[in-house]
């Protein structure tokens, strides 16, 4: 079943009901000012960081569901409804919600009066701007009354969720004509502050939820709205909102606009204070004044899409097959900035308030968007490495607007290290801007302990040389890429959990995930270091990398498939001999893409294994047997019931993972039907079953061992964003870029005839068409590069042109 559909022209999803599974949701905003938006217009946002400087609230649990958001009520006689249907929830007589790239309109109508929301973030400021379009599509003359609602959040929303005693006593609003201010700590700090205002003149306001909604009552019946009129109300403390009441008046068939802005101001720390608690307002009426008229607002979203079409002309397919189109040129990219902006840090699954960037998640994260925006990826490369400590370990996490380290969550992830070189040979690769090597960057956030990012992505690679376990392999600390693998954590104390045990005396435990990740990204810092002349250290990490393949051929091979790893007592973990989880997906994976038993036929070996053991028609399961009881040795992964998350649910992030592996040993048919499985425009038709929103990836997919089989959770924020389109532009359309240029080595079913790709690669717009005549899986057996004949796959930059044409063959060769 659908709930809606694809509208490529207008790259946008087009949701023809309120009732989704789920509330299916959209973010706007590009670079420091972020929005969550809803079909049916909940959500909430904030400026960098969805903890530290939150403007609306939001209510988590989803209980009530999606309860929170940017309203606006329409009275229209004794009718009160809303143009995305909630809070009020009044049948409308038309609905429709198109998200779009960085903006969502909701399209409704009730009575013969219609409504247009148009919610979107400008490129360049820090606001949201609703434009509430009402068209009379009647014969007669309507008058309404029409009411804003937006409730602010006191900035740090965990001091908000925490600390009611003394917030209910700090809120502070001052309104202004149409403008209300949200002032709270402006007091105590004078910087920032939020304003919610309409370009016109208002009949009413409300600043205060009580005074809005009635004591008793809630959103779904405010008293304001009911009565018709507002009550003027100023919040002292309690909870501040804004409200407008506006008075309108349609003759038969006219449209009016209103244009509302809710944005947030910062005045620089050393401003000039006129009094104690004077706002200074020439910032925020600055930025009022833009968006003023409909022609403004036009402007605004064209330069929005503007934006958009210029990201994505970066990279776009043409193929057979049109869901394979959608995705690439237009959603998986699009998620692909999402979660670069946002890490895992605010979605209608993570509060925001947790998480704030991830070192290993935005490194992973780079991988999808250095051909987007190769200069923010640089100064985003630059922040994480100053997170890391000097001796290659990391913060697993930092604050996004502090960009300082998550003490809380602290270090001891010991795949961490190795995704900072991942992420810069990707922007290396992409960029081959090798300056970067060069700019200081701190350890632990200190800048006396600055160095060069090279010297970071040195103790990266000997963090891991000088952490390995009795078997060779290294070691895994508190887990590896799988948080929820604590194989150091046991205990003799009846009853305890991972989460309490601290018995990690042995720290012995080992990942040959890890090892995989060694080899694979070991071996590309050894590229980077021979690349910029390190000849001597380039051949010394190269005979570290052979060292850890030798130990992951010998201790992390069981017989039909990789190791997962060695518990704290040197157990196999993802063995045969295991009694369940005897297999799991993730060494098959990195060990095949780092190549490891390529050459022995070992890597075809595990992955006809995890074909016929982890493959489901829903995707590929993450391990199995699924663990029936919990075991405090292999710690969090055995806390979930089988078939959710780390525990055999299908999780989306390493399907693609074996997807690449396929294509690295020649599977095209394969690799391709592994991209197919979980890729979200391809289960559009069981939205039921799935329930997520059918243009995104989700982390999960419930896997066969569990009742839900299919149902897809945590939409949006998941590294699968990233690796879907390094492995879909360069592991299936081939389009891999190196050190040296730009390499076309496609794997792909061998019923595709032929496809295009159009793709901007360090300033030179690659214009590459492959032909199939043969029908094979991978090959190249001719290339032309702007008519020329060569020999190899690999084009060689050459600076300086705008266009270049590429004619590929794929064949057998001789
Ligand atoms: C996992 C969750 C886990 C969390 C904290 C995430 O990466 O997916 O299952 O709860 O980390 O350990
Ligand atoms: C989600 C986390 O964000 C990511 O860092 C981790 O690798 C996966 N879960 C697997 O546990």
């Known amino acids: 079943m659908q709930f809606g559909h694809f509208d490529d022209q207008n790259k946008e999803y087009v949701i023809t009901t309120p009732h989704t599974p789920l509330p299916w949701i959209n973010y706007l905003g590009s670079r420091d000012f972020f929005s969550l938006i809803s079909n049916t217009a909940g959500g909430y946002c904030f400026y960098r960081d969805a903890k530290l400087r939150r403007i609306t609230r939001y209510r988590y649990n989803d209980c009530p569901r999606d309860s929170v958001g940017r309203y606006y009520y329409i009275k229209d006689g004794s009718t009160v409804w ?133 004591a008793d009552r809630d959103l779904d019946a405010p008293q304001t709205v009911l009565a018709g009129s507002s009550r003027d109300s100023i919040a002292h403390g309690w909870a501040p909102v804004g409200s407008h009441h506006l008075h309108l008046a349609l003759q038969p068939g006219e449209s009016t606009s209103c244009i509302f802005v809710l944005g947030y101001v910062e005045n620089p720390k050393d401003d000039k204070w006129e009094a104690p608690g004077v706002l200074k307002k020439d910032r925020a009426r600055a930025l009022m004044e833009k968006y003023r008229t409909d022609a403004q607002v036009d402007a605004a979203l064209q330069e929005l899409h503007m934006y958009w079409e210029t990201l994505l002309s970066r990279f776009s397919v043409h193929s057979e097959d049109e869901k394979l189109d959608r995705m690439v040129n237009i959603w998986n990219q699009y998620q692909c900035m999402v979660t670069f902006n946002l890490s895992r840090s605010a979605s209608y699954f993570e509060s925001g308030t947790g998480r704030g960037m991830g070192f290993r998640d935005s490194c992973q994260d780079l991988l999808g968007i250095v051909h987007l925006v190769p200069e923010r990826s640089r100064q985003r490369i630059l922040d994480i490495a100053a997170t890391q400590f000097e001796d290659g370990s990391s913060y697993h996490q930092y604050q996004p607007l502090t960009k300082k380290g998550n003490a809380d969550i602290g270090s001891g992830f010991n795949d961490d290290p190795l995704w900072l070189i991942a992420g810069v040979g990707a922007y290396l690769r992409e960029t081959g801007d090798f300056s970067i090597l060069q700019e200081q960057a ?32 290294p070691l895994i600390g508190r887990a590896d890429w799988n948080d929820c693998l604590n194989l150091n954590c046991f205990s003799d104390e009846p009853g305890e959990s991972f989460q309490t045990c601290s018995n990690l005396e042995s720290g012995k435990a080992e990942s040959v995930f890890i090892g995989g990740m060694f080899v694979k990204y070991g071996a590309e810092y050894a590229d980077i270091c021979a690349h910029c002349g390190l000849t001597e250290e380039a051949a010394q990490v190269r005979a570290q990398v052979e060292t850890m393949r030798a130990a992951v051929l010998d201790a992390g091979w ?76 292999l710690g969090e992964i055995s806390s979930y019931p089988p078939g959710y998350k780390e525990n055999a649910g299908i999780f989306c992030h390493n399907n693609p993972w074996i997807s690449c592996a396929e294509a690295v040993v020649g599977h095209g048919d394969r690799a391709f039907t592994v991209y197919r499985r979980t890729c979200p425009a391809y289960v559009e038709e069981i939205s039921e079953i799935h329930r997520t929103e059918p243009y995104v990836y989700s982390q999960m997919v419930a896997g066969k061992d569990a009742p839900s089989f299919g149902e897809a959770k945590n939409s949006w924020l998941t590294g699968t964003a990233a690796w879907t389109f390094a492995d879909v532009s360069q592991y299936l ?82």
């Open 82 to 214: 809303n143009p995305g249907w909630k809070p009020v929830k009044t049948e409308l007589d038309r609905y429709r919600c198109r998200h779009g790239l960085g903006y969502t309109v909701l399209e409704s109508e009730k009575n013969g009066l219609a409504a247009s929301l148009e919610c979107f973030v400008p490129v360049a400021d820090n606001c949201e701007v609703h434009r509430l379009t009402l068209t009379n599509r009647t014969d007669a003359v309507k008058e309404a009354e029409l009411f804003s609602y937006a409730e602010f959040c006191l900035w740090n929303a965990v001091d908000d969720a925490n600390n009611f005693q003394r917030n209910f006593s700090t809120g502070e609003v001052e309104v202004d004509g149409s403008t209300i201010y949200h002032k709270t700590e402006y007091r105590e700090r004078r910087t920032h502050f939020a304003f919610y205002t309409v370009n016109r003149p208002v009949c009413g306001f409300d600043t205060d939820r009580d005074s809005f909604c009635g």
């Open 442 to 473: 701190a350890f632990d956030n200190d800048e006396t302990k600055a160095q060069p990012l090279l010297e970071h992505l040195r103790r990266s690679f000997q963090y891991s040389c000088s952490h390995k376990g009795p078997h060779g392999l």
């Open 558 to 633: 069981d017989g039909a498939w990789f190791v997962r790893a060695y518990d704290a007592f040197s157990k196999p973990v993802g063995s045969h001999v295991c009694d369940e989880g005897q297999i799991f997906i993730e060494p098959q994976g990195m060990c095949v893409m780092a190549g490891i038993g390529v050459q022995e036929g070992l890597a075809q070996k595990a992955l006809q294994s995890v074909q016929e053991r982890l493959d489901t028609k829903y995707g590929i399961v993450l391990l199995q047997p699924a663990y029936t009881s919990y075991r405090l040795n």
């Open 733 to 814: 359309l081939g389009m891999q870029p190196e050190l040296d240029g730009l390499r076309v080595n496609p794997c792909i079913p061998h019923t595709w005839k032929a496809f295009t790709v159009e793709r901007l690669f360090r300033g030179t717009r690659y214009h590459i068409a492959v032909r199939n005549p043969d029908g094979v899986q991978k090959g190249v057996v001719r290339m032309e590069v702007d008519g020329k004949p060569q020999t190899d796959s690999l084009i060689s930059f050459v600076p300086g042109k705008a266009d270049c044409y590429v004619q590929v063959t794929m064949g057998t060769p001789e």
